[in-house]
Structures are given as C-alpha cells and as structure tokens.
C-alpha cells in the first residue's frame, strides 16, 4: 500500500473510534448524525427565532441582565450545534448496540437538547430564573453523560455542556465586523 492509502486507512479508523461505530453500516451511521445535528440544529433554529427575552425596568435597575451571549452572524445558527460536545456523544450513543440503557440516554439527550433550546431563547435575566437555567441544564447533562457512559466511557466523557464555544464564535464574528469596518483609504 501506498502512503496515501495508509492515510485514508488511519482517517477511517480515526472516524470509527471517534464516531464509536465498529460493525454499523454507513447508513445508520449517516441517519445518527443527521438525526443528533439536525435536531440540535432545529433546537437552536427555534430557539433563535422564536423568543425574545422579557426584559423589565427593573430588572435593568438591579443590573439583572443576561450572563450568556446569544450567538450573532453567520455562526448564530451553527456553532451552539457544532461546539455542543453532546451532539457527538449522541451520535456515539446512537451507534452503540440497542439496549434500554441506549434509549434512555438518547430520550435524556433529546430532553437536553430542548431545554437548553427554551434557555437560549428566553436568556433570563433574573438571578433566580438563570440559575434555574443553570442547573436545569446541567442537570440533564449530567443524567446524559451518566447513561451515555453506561453504553460508551468516550461518549460519557465527551457529554459536557459547553459555552465556549459560542463566546468564540462571537469573538470571530466582532473581529470579522472591525475587519469590514477598516477602509484602505
């Protein structure tokens, strides 16, 4: 073999490992991401769009103001979904051998998924209602990550919410603006 072919050969087995999926077809593998980033994707679309925060006098008195970003530009839509280390997880509980336990973790993810979703779209701005966010979302990662290690220690690993992701995304979408801002002349 060629040293090209040995590069493809350690890639495919790289997707394998990554993807947990020894002795499933391409398709299933194929319908687990399309099912796990689309509905994620879904999730945030909805998400984005259909609510807007409430946002009282008050609560701007007392400085009570949303401690997340919402995703801007390009990346709105995208980078919750792609950052969000449950989304793989998923696709790794999705291609471990159909058992309860696999269910069960996949029903947990779907809850995850759309709680968070109401969370980003409401964005509390009161103390009591963020750590509701907070711990509700934590609380559904944490039971995910508990089920999906029962099927896979990788996926169980990997299913950790993340928030880095987004401030990233925003960090790159400001710089890209202060790029388009600047004139040659």
């Known amino acids: 073999m060629t040293d090209i072919d040995d590069a493809i050969d350690d890639v495919r087995d790289a997707a394998v490992d990554l ?3 020894e002795g499933r077809s391409a398709a299933h593998v194929a319908v687990g991401v399309a099912l796990t ?3 994620a994707l879904l999730a945030t679309g909805i998400a984005s769009g259909a609510f807007t925060p409430k946002r009282k006098l008050k609560h701007v008195r007392d400085g009570d103001l949303p401690i997340t970003e919402k995703p801007r530009g390009a990346f709105s839509l995208i980078l919750p979904a792609v950052f969000s280390a ?6 790794r509980v999705w291609n471990a051998p159909h058992r309860p336990e696999r269910t069960r973790a996949m029903g947990l993810w779907v809850a995850a998924q759309t709680v968070n979703a109401v969370w980003l779209g409401l964005r509390p701005s009161s103390m009591w209602k963020q750590v509701a966010a907070a711990m509700s979302s934590a609380g559904l990662a944490a039971a995910f990550a508990h089920e999906a290690r029962k099927l896979d220690e990788g996926a169980g690993k990997m299913a ?3 928030g880095g992701g987004v401030r990233v995304g925003n960090f790159l979408h400001r710089k890209a603006d202060q790029m388009n801002e600047r004139t040659l002349h």
């Open 86 to 91: 449950t989304t793989l997880s998923a696709v």
């Open 19 to 21: 993807l947990n999926s």
């Open 160 to 162: 950790a919410p993340t």
């Open 37 to 39: 980033v689309g509905f």
